[in-house]
């Protein structure tokens, strides 16, 4: 069948398996002046998109027939200018650094304001009419083990956290230095690692440097190598962390902490890609992906003649903020749960869980120590407690001083029965996946991984109104 031509107020595909999102976006969208096809099957969408022209694609990632993610690859092998933003009530870092990585114009989660998608939407339209053709980013899927090392500690849906999901799918690929930026415990570390193993360096070393935790008489000789007899105590011919990184990724943590002289080395590699050993003579090259992190404010270290603005310039290509945890409130509690499934896990204690209190006492605290914090209070918590709940008293001392709320469940000197505690503990829950939702059923059972059927009965039963 010939493809047809789309109109010049332009032509949308919207993809979804639910049919009243379908309805509303064809409603919202056709208001706006689009000619809007809706289908709700993966393979539909492709089919459509062989047979006519379309300006964007607004594709659900979870759809019959075939999956958002392989339907999207086979339109980009179809039509590699064609501008598709992603939409999916599973955001996580897996799916959405794919879905960057493979050349989304853009990932949204759901639930969504419609007027952001319609944003996203005249984006996407506009930049395709500036240029006849845009260099298509699509390539094969990476092996999902990698995904799973680099990005299987990184937990979070919040819209901050989504933001750095994208950035990670954005540079991953590219050779580019990328400077890390963010408070002490955001987890620099994690994102650092899970850029190496989105890339095709995967398979080659990825090596940290604590810059801060080195001596700076050391940290030359732990950074470049050393040749025998360059300094007292120097017996042998060291290779230094560039070397060993050959063809992978160095990951310089804490850089704002190095000497005003190693700055100036460091500068050197990152300029020539060429450094010496200390104490040689031969210059080594360095086919070595930089990666930097800082807590501090680079800026005003420039200004205080603390660091040097050429190197800054070097080092922040590409930047990545990761947010505070005060500012990724959706992820608190995931992030309690992840840790605490792996201590349990690891303690031979499956099966523990937070009781109400403790997770009202986790949403309030300001956690000036960020996810490391946060992680460190678990781990104290399955210490102190034998049960298979974890309470009040058992959260660290700084925890219950910042949140006396939470000290309420030390009134009570006896245990309330397991069932009750459980059934608290799952009715907050279920009342936390409606809100997120915003009180769409379908969409709450699906992020709970139930049936409609059991969700409604589960309402019922708690007396969710």
Not at 211 to 221: F, N
Request: aromatic share 6%; proline share 4%.
């Amino acid at each position: 069948m010939p493809r047809e031509t789309g109109v010049k107020a332009g032509r949308i595909l919207v993809a979804d398996d639910e049919e009243s999102l379908r309805l509303v976006l064809q409603v919202v969208f056709g208001k706006a002046g689009y000619d809007v096809d809706t289908v709700a099957d993966g393979l539909l969408v492709v089919e459509s998109v062989r047979e006519k022209i379309y300006d964007a694609v607004v594709l659900d990632l979870r759809m019959p027939g075939l999956d958002g993610l392989n339907a999207f690859e086979q339109i980009h092998r179809i039509a590699p200018d064609l501008p598709v933003i992603l939409m999916t009530a599973f955001g996580n870092a897996q799916t959405a650094v794919e879905a960057m990585k493979n050349g989304a114009y853009d990932y949204i989660t759901k639930p969504f304001n419609v007027e952001e998608l319609k944003i996203l939407v005249g984006r996407a339209i506009h930049l395709r009419s500036l240029t006849e053709k845009v260099v298509s980013l699509t390539e094969e899927v990476k092996n999902l083990s990698r995904e799973v090392v680099g990005l299987g500690q990184l937990v979070g849906v919040s819209p901050k956290i989504q933001e750095v999901y994208k950035s990670i799918g954005r540079v991953a690929n590219s050779k580019v230095t990328v400077l890390l930026t963010g408070e002490s415990g955001t987890g620099k570390g994690l994102v650092a690692k899970a850029v190496h193993f989105s890339s095709e360096r995967w398979q080659k070393p990825f090596v940290q440097v604590n810059c801060g935790a080195i001596p700076e008489g050391l940290l030359e000789s732990e950074l470049f190598g050393h040749e025998r007899g360059a300094f007292t105590g120097a017996f042998h011919q060291r290779p230094g962390k560039f070397e060993l990184a050959e063809g992978g990724t160095i990951f310089l943590d804490e850089v704002a902490e190095m000497s005003p002289a190693l700055q100036v080395k460091l500068l050197k590699v990152l300029q020539d890609r060429e450094f010496e050993r200390v104490g040689g003579t031969t210059s080594l090259t360095a086919n070595v992906r930089v990666i930097a992190a800082t807590n501090r404010d680079l800026a005003q270290e420039i200004e205080e003649n603390h660091f040097r603005s050429d190197l800054y310039y070097r080092l922040n290509v590409f930047a990545i903020h990761i947010p505070p945890l005060r500012e990724r409130g959706e992820d608190i509690v995931l992030l309690a749960e992840s840790f605490l499934a792996r201590c349990a896990g690891e303690n031979g204690r499956v099966g523990v869980v937070f009781s109400p209190e403790v997770v009202e006492s986790f949403q309030s605290y300001a956690w000036p120590g960020n996810v490391r914090e946060l992680e460190n209070a678990v781990e104290h918590a399955m210490i102190m407690s034998n049960s298979k709940v974890i309470l009040p008293e058992h959260l660290p001392v700084s925890l219950l001083k910042a949140n006396p709320l939470s000290q309420l469940g030390l009134q009570s000197q006896g245990f309330r029965p397991l069932r009750d505690v459980v059934a608290e503990t799952e009715r907050s829950y279920l009342i936390e996946a409606l809100q997120r939702t915003g009180n769409n059923r379908v969409q709450a059972a699906k992020l709970l991984q139930i049936s409609r059927r059991s969700l409604l009965y589960k309402i019922q039963e708690y007396q969710i109104e």
